[in-house]
């Protein structure tokens, strides 16, 4: 607990490309290197990002140990590297740290298809679907797993790809006969009446559970109907059709863009 | 060859100390333009130019700083700045001296931000280089020429009379040998000041001479002084004051010195150019009178970050630093008055008004800047967290107040 004191930002960010983002402090630096330590290049700490600390974040000494150990170790030790960010950055504690440490050892002994399904749920979490899509992908491509598969098919439903979805469900339903994905199916209907899967198994699922489902999909569209943003929307309509019209354009742009970033 | 410089600026008269602290001159603060060409001249020069006719003059130049006004002449609208800047010229003899450096320090009575700027801009206008150019109170000069004195002088209280025209202070200064050491110097007006117009006549000089006893007598009580100053052009000769010379002359030393406040801005200037540290802290109108800091966690350890020193002068100090919140929604400072060191103050600003994010995701950056010599105004504002979580931009501002209740 406290105010931890930081040096001014960089006036130049460092582009942090497996995460598409730039970055502007040893802080934020060190957030991204703790909080998603899958996606950390075995590469990245190199003389472009010791450069930026130097140059851009004025810690010349922690550069400097760096490029060190860059340029005396054939085999980089990139864990040690990334730990000397870590402390250096006046962020983490000691304890927190050494967390890391035990957590980073254990990513570089996993399995690859464990690794990559890490990766998905890292960049399912980041908003990154479309690369989430590839590491579930790469798993599955090593090692045939059915949560994986879930996975894949519900990131393939955030991203609206609904009948790849309800392909990967039909297939986990035919392999396991999980009542899940039966679920995900009856709902990819709701929302993409055009994909029609759940109609071949419909027979099978008793009435009591086809309630429920339904009643848990209106109390969905319910609580959709009454969020801010299409309360929002309503009110424009309501008041006038000419700014609701300027607004859908403002609006189906912006979500257009924020589909593209998705993927 | 450099020049230290301590101009002492009022309406009515300037006085100007140039690299000698024994020698102060007066001359009237006004200037007067040509009426037919860009030709500028001031003081009694500019009197004389007027009475021949071919001058147009303007008066009263430190109220029109004050104000910010302006004044036409020959058609031509003048800003304050623009004239002061002529003033200073002419004053500093920039066209005839060629000085490799000019170090300036100009001391009036109540230094604000805005009128400081003002005078600073006006100095640089007449060729004096930013870096070179100091604005003190006439109660730090006072400090500033005390203490360049015998230490004998002062080492108890001190007092000073100032008396120009329909201008009458009392400046008192104690000193403090402690841990710390430090003075604190503080002026007050007296109501009884009069036009010194009245000395020219022997009565007159009674009345004064029975004024400035009253004034001696209900402002020193039974204090025990050091010394005892007089500063001003009503001091100059002090033949008519008998009754208030032997008053204050009693068991202490009484110096006359009607060019204190420029001399002390003389000694100001020379001792920053050549380095010297201050052996007392100063504490008066211009500089603060408390230290504020901030707890802060670096490398795990909690450490207090100063934000103001007390004895820095308050117009020129202003800090920014970049803090995150770890798992707390507020800034503790901790005020110490140099006067009251055993009763530190502390004071929580709240910044629960920030947008709630997951810890140490949120970093602020923190200003202060003094509003005026009491009251320290503190700018909090959310940065966010660089690209991974948007700043909102939002702030929040508080003051802080330093003044001794």
Redesign the interface.
């Known amino acids: ?9 960089a006036r130049h ?1 460092f582009y942090y490309e497996k995460l598409d ?5 040893i ?2 630096l060190s ?2 290197i703790y909080n998603y330590p899958v996606i950390i290049p075995e590469d990245f700490v190199d003389h472009k990002l010791t450069t930026w600390i130097r140059d851009e974040l004025s810690m010349g000494i922690l550069a400097a140990k760096l490029e060190q150990y860059l340029s005396v170790s054939d085999e980089i030790d990139q864990e040690r590297l990334i730990v000397l960010i870590l402390k250096e950055s ?2 983490y ?2 304890l927190e740290i050494s967390r890391f440490q035990n957590e980073f050892k254990k990513l570089r002994n996993i399995d690859k298809h464990v690794f990559l399904n890490m990766l998905g749920d890292t960049y399912f979490h980041m908003g990154r679907y479309g690369k989430a899509i590839e590491s579930y992908e790469e798993s599955l491509f090593l090692n045939a797993d059915n949560k994986v598969q879930m996975k894949l098919a519900g990131t393939y439903v955030t991203v609206m790809q609904f009948r790849k979805a309800a392909d990967l469900y039909e297939e986990i339903y035919v392999t396991t006969q999980s009542e899940e994905a039966l679920y995900k199916l009856y709902l990819i209907n709701k929302l993409e009446p055009a994909v029609k899967t759940i109609e071949k198994y419909i027979d099978v699922i008793d009435v009591e559970t086809l309630a429920g489902w339904e009643l848990e999909y209106n109390n969905a569209v319910t609580d959709a109907e009454h969020d801010g943003r299409a309360k929002e929307i309503y009110d424009i309509f309501q008041k006038s059709h000419s700014a609701f019209r300027e607004h859908a354009k403002i609006m189906v742009l912006k979500w257009k863009r924020e589909y593209r970033a998705k993927l | 060859m450099s020049r230290y410089i301590g101009i002492s600026l009022n309406d009515d008269y300037t006085c100007i100390c140039i690299n000698d602290k024994t020698i102060s001159t007066y001359h009237p603060t006004v200037i007067a333009r040509d009426k037919n060409d860009d030709t500028w001249t001031i003081g009694e020069d500019a009197y004389k130019s007027t009475l021949a006719g071919s001058g147009v003059i303007v008066d009263k130049l430190l109220s029109l700083i004050e104000k910010n006004g302006t004044a036409t002449i020959a058609r031509v609208k003048y800003h304050a700045v623009d004239i002061l800047a002529h003033y200073f010229h002419e004053l500093l003899g920039k066209d005839s001296i060629k000085a490799d450096e000019d170090l300036v320090a100009i001391t009036i009575r109540k230094p604000s931000r805005e009128v400081v700027v003002r005078i600073k801009e006006a100095l640089i206008r007449a060729g004096v280089h930013e870096d070179n150019i100091y604005i003190l109170s006439h109660t730090e000069s006072f400090a500033h020429f005390v203490l360049d004195q015998d230490p004998n002088l002062y080492n108890r209280m001190v007092g000073m009379f100032e008396l120009n025209n329909q201008c009458l202070y009392y400046y008192e200064m104690h000193v403090s040998r402690g841990t710390r050491r430090y003075v604190m110097v503080a002026h007050e007006a007296e109501e009884e000041a009069f036009n010194l117009d009245i000395l020219k006549t022997a009565s007159g000089g009674k009345i004064a001479d029975k004024i400035l006893t009253t004034v001696a007598e209900r402002v020193m009580g039974k204090n025990y002084y050091s010394s005892i100053f007089l500063s001003g052009r009503g001091f100059q000769d002090t033949n008519f004051a008998t009754n208030f010379m032997n008053y204050i002359c009693k068991k202490r030393r009484v110096l006359i010195e009607p060019g204190m406040f420029a001399i002390g801005a003389e000694i100001y200037v020379k001792n920053k150019s050549e380095g010297k540290g201050e052996d007392y802290m100063i504490l008066c109108d211009t500089r603060s009178k408390s230290d504020v800091s901030v707890k802060v966690v670096v490398n795990e350890k909690v450490e207090s970050l100063p934000i103001v020193r007390a004895g820095e002068p308050w117009m020129d100090t202003c800090s920014s630093y970049d803090m995150i919140l770890d798992d707390q929604d507020f800034i503790d400072f901790q005020v110490t008055s140099i006067t009251k060191p055993q009763r530190p103050l502390r004071l929580r600003m709240m910044l629960d008004s920030f947008p709630e994010r997951e810890n140490r995701t949120t970093k602020v950056r923190m200003t202060t800047e003094f509003r005026d010599a009491d009251t320290l105004r503190v700018t909090v504002k959310d940065l966010g967290f660089g690209d991974i979580f948007p700043a909102s931009d939002k702030e929040i501002v508080e003051e802080i107040d330093l003044s001794d209740k």
């Open positions: 607990m406290g105010l931890l004191l930081c040096n001014k930002d960010p983002i730039d970055i502007w402090s802080q934020e957030y991204v006046n962020y504690t000691q």
